[in-house]
């Protein structure tokens, strides 16, 4: 899997949600939803409106004509509580980038939760097919292009605890963190390095 971690405030998810849009006329679909009638959402206003109607931590799924072959593959899932709800089925149809965005910890204001962006070395056509296709060109050239973004618009990142690297603070969670936010992913804390070094695929 190609995965990019990095740590972004509300601004720089705006930022970057627009940049997909602009360089790929990138859509997104919410990872679930209520119903089996998905909205796709095109600007980053909507996305915007979005997230704030919501409480639970956001995550999409990226298409565009640039990669996407298929319609995603989606699935009801019943909960314990007696509630449903679909799912979209990750790695099947599509393809499409998993976004999951960075965020503010609901209980700690001055903690950057990390964020993913990421996709597969190949993906299923359907949920209970055998049949796989690999990723295609436009979208491992689109990872690429995220990931010199990710090196123009933040630096890396390093363990608090264990000084292994972490993923790319954003200009917003670069000044966040200089006021005294922390970067958190699971249980450990990143701080900015004095680098802008090329990122992990």
């Known amino acids: 899997m190609s ?22 006329r990138s859509t997104f679909v919410p990872a679930s939803h209520p119903t089996s009638a998905f909205p796709t959402l095109t600007t980053s206003a909507e996305i915007s409106r979005y997230i704030a109607e919501r409480r639970n931590p956001q995550r999409f799924f990226v298409l565009s004509d640039v990669w996407q072959l298929y319609p995603l593959s989606t699935s009801q899932v019943h909960h314990n509580d007696g509630t449903s709800a679909y799912y979209v089925d990750q790695r099947y149809g599509g393809p499409a980038f998993d976004f999951v965005l960075s965020r503010s910890a609901s209980s700690e204001a001055d903690v950057i939760i990390g964020g993913g962006f990421g996709d597969y070395a ?11 296709f690999p990723r295609p060109a436009g ?62 695929g």
């Open 139 to 200: 979208m491992a050239k689109a990872f690429r292009a995220a990931q010199n973004y990710m090196r123009r618009a933040g630096r890396r990142t390093v363990s608090a605890e264990l000084g292994h690297a972490g993923g790319w603070a954003l200009r917003g969670a670069l000044a966040a963190h200089e006021a005294g936010a922390w970067l958190r992913l699971g249980d450990f804390h990143f701080h900015p390095t004095n680098t802008r070094s090329s990122p992990e």
């Open 3 to 24: 995965d990019l971690r990095f740590f972004m405030t509300h601004s720089d998810t705006e930022e970057f949600v627009s940049w997909l849009i602009a360089e790929f």
């Open 122 to 132: 190949s993906y299923y056509l359907r949920r209970g097919s055998p049949d796989s």
